[in-house]
Structures are given as C-alpha cells and as structure tokens.
C-alpha cells in the first residue's frame, strides 16, 4: 500500500498540468498613459500598436519559431499603483488570433494617469508571467514611456530584478521634443537613460520614437525584432538602435526623475 501511495504522488507530481501551453514567447506591451503624453500622443502610440499587429512581418515572425505561437498582453500604466490590464494574456496561434487582438484593443479606451513610474510598471508586468498557464522558450517586457522614473522604487532595482528572474526588458523610449522641456520632469537624452537604467536581459535593445509618423515603424520593427528573437548584434546594429554614440557619455543618472519631482515638490524648479 505505502509503495502504490508513493507511485501515485510521483505521478500526481511529475505529469504536466493540461493547462500548461507550450509558446515561443510570452510578451508583456507595458504602455505609458501619464499625463505627460498629450492625447493624440496617446492615441498614435496606441494606434502604432495596432497597426504593427496587423502587420504580416509580424505574424511572419511568430509563426517562424519552433512552436509557431506566442502568448500576448497589453497592460497601460502611469504611477506606482497604476497598472491596468486592458487586453489579458491571449494566445496568438494563427493570423486570425492577431487580428481578433489588434480589434478588441482598437475598441478599448485609453486611460490617462499621473505619474511615471517604471519601477511599477516592470514590477507588475514581471508578476504577469506564468499566471495563465503559458510557458515560454522566452519572457519579455516591451516598456514604452516619454519620461523618467519619479514614482516607486528605483528604476534599476525593478529591472535587476526582473533580469534575474530571466526576463528580457526592452524599450520604446518617446522623444518628441528634443533638446526642449514641454513639462517639468521631461530630460535630453531619454534614450540613454532608458539604455543606462530600464532596459536589460540577454540581447536587450532601445528603439526611440522621434517623431509622430515613427510610431508606427518603430513598434512594427520592435515587435518583429522581440518575437523573432533578434538582438541588434543579429542585425549588426547597436544596442541603442538607430542612434550612434560617436564619443564616450557619462552613464546616465537612474534618480533623475526622482530628484525632479523632489525639487518640484519643494518649489525649486526652475524652468
């Protein structure tokens, strides 16, 4: 009796739940909504997201891997509790999954929040991983935002953290006014700051948005980069991808965001 009691749990313990499901790649778009963003800013973001999905390079690039699918989630997130799943994990097996995706997020609003924490937004999207069933060959969370952290807990903690539960962080830095502050916690050179501090994990990139009508490319080629697998050395380019760095920079401070709001807080910002 005790011998078949020990062969029942070690089946009960060794046989893979029927809800597990086998992907290429579970991929967390972490979507800034603060209120930095203007509304069309938003808007554009949410329609490059949109238009990239229905691009057939995209689900060229998903059906290309060893299991043909991946697992998709679209969360939007502003400060250190705000964090919303507007889309749940969904399973993209097939052309007409990716579009029934890129429809329902069409149909959904787009929140506006305050703050800019990207401590919380890694932090929340890091959890969502292996909540539903699906594992991965791959975790990756593709984080968007025009601005730096200045609310939660610092930036690199977040990311060292989720880098050593073996997720891979990539970035969507938004630079639409360069060189000039429309707000008080805007900086110069957020796409170095989102190289130096938020990004990490094996082949880890940045591809900054300079422009309205580089929304659209710019996820599309993100996107297609993440899914297949491709760091910027696979496509001889920098990590930091178009810019080139042609002298040595100082390593970005990962508190300046907070230190901004620290001194708007105290009245000693000055424009």
Same mark, same amino acid.
């Given at each position: 009796?005790?011998? *078949?009691?020990?062969?029942?749990?070690?089946?009960?313990?060794?046989?893979? /739940?029927?809800?597990?499901?086998?992907?290429?790649? !579970?991929?967390?778009?972490?979507?800034?909504?603060?209120?930095?963003?203007? *509304?069309?800013?938003?808007?554009?973001?949410?329609?490059?997201?949109?238009?990239?999905?229905?691009?057939?390079?995209?689900?060229?690039?998903?059906?290309?891997?060893? @299991?043909?699918?991946?697992?998709?989630?679209?969360?939007?997130?502003?400060?250190?509790?705000?964090?919303?799943?507007?889309?749940?994990?969904?399973?993209?097996? /097939?052309?007409?999954?990716? @579009?029934?995706?890129?429809?329902?997020?069409?149909?959904?609003?787009?929140?506006?929040? #305050?703050?800019?924490?990207?401590?919380?937004?890694?932090?929340?999207?890091?959890?969502?991983?292996?909540?539903?069933?699906?594992?991965?060959?791959?975790?990756?969370?593709?984080? /968007?935002?025009?601005?730096?952290?200045?609310?939660?807990?610092?930036? @690199?903690?977040? #990311?060292?953290?989720?880098?050593? @539960?073996?997720?891979?962080?990539?970035?969507?830095?938004?630079?639409?006014?360069?060189?000039?502050?429309?707000?008080?916690?805007?900086?110069?050179?957020?796409?170095?700051?989102?190289?130096?501090?938020?990004?990490?994990?094996?082949?880890?990139?940045?591809?900054?948005?300079?422009?309205? /009508?580089?929304?659209?490319?710019?996820?599309? #080629?993100?996107?297609?980069?993440?899914?297949?697998?491709?760091?910027?050395?696979?496509?001889?380019?920098?990590?930091?991808?178009?810019?080139?760095?042609?002298?040595?920079?100082? #390593?970005?401070?990962?508190?300046?965001?907070?230190?901004?709001?620290?001194?708007?807080?105290?009245?000693?910002?000055? !424009?």
């Amino acid at each position: 009796m005790v011998a *078949l009691l020990a062969a029942v749990v070690t089946f009960g313990t060794a046989a893979p /739940s029927r809800a597990q499901q086998a992907v290429d790649l !579970e991929l967390v778009l972490a979507v800034d909504v603060s209120w930095s963003m203007d *509304l069309d800013e938003q808007q554009l973001q949410r329609e490059g997201y949109i238009s990239a999905l229905r691009d057939p390079e995209v689900w060229k690039a998903i059906s290309s891997g060893g @299991e043909g699918r991946i697992a998709l989630m679209y969360v939007e997130w502003a400060g250190q509790l705000i964090q919303q799943i507007v889309m749940p994990w969904t399973l993209i097996d /097939s052309p007409e999954a990716l @579009e029934t995706f890129a429809s329902r997020l069409e149909k959904m609003p787009i929140s506006r929040e #305050r703050m800019t924490s990207l401590s919380g937004a890694i932090d929340f999207s890091a959890r969502q991983f292996g909540t539903q069933g699906f594992v991965g060959k791959r975790k990756v969370i593709d984080v /968007s935002g025009d601005g730096p952290n200045n609310s939660g807990g610092p930036v @690199e903690v977040a #990311r060292d953290k989720a880098v050593k @539960e073996g997720v891979v962080i990539n970035g969507l830095p938004i630079i639409l006014k360069p060189n000039q502050r429309s707000g008080f916690f805007d900086i110069n050179n957020l796409d170095k700051y989102y190289t130096d501090c938020v990004i990490g994990g094996f082949g880890s990139f940045v591809i900054p948005v300079r422009a309205r /009508s580089e929304f659209a490319p710019a996820i599309r #080629r993100k996107l297609i980069l993440e899914i297949a697998d491709l760091s910027p050395e696979d496509a001889a380019e920098p990590r930091l991808i178009p810019t080139q760095m042609s002298v040595p920079e100082e #390593r970005s401070d990962c508190m300046i965001g907070e230190k901004l709001w620290r001194m708007y807080i105290d009245g000693r910002f000055r !424009e």
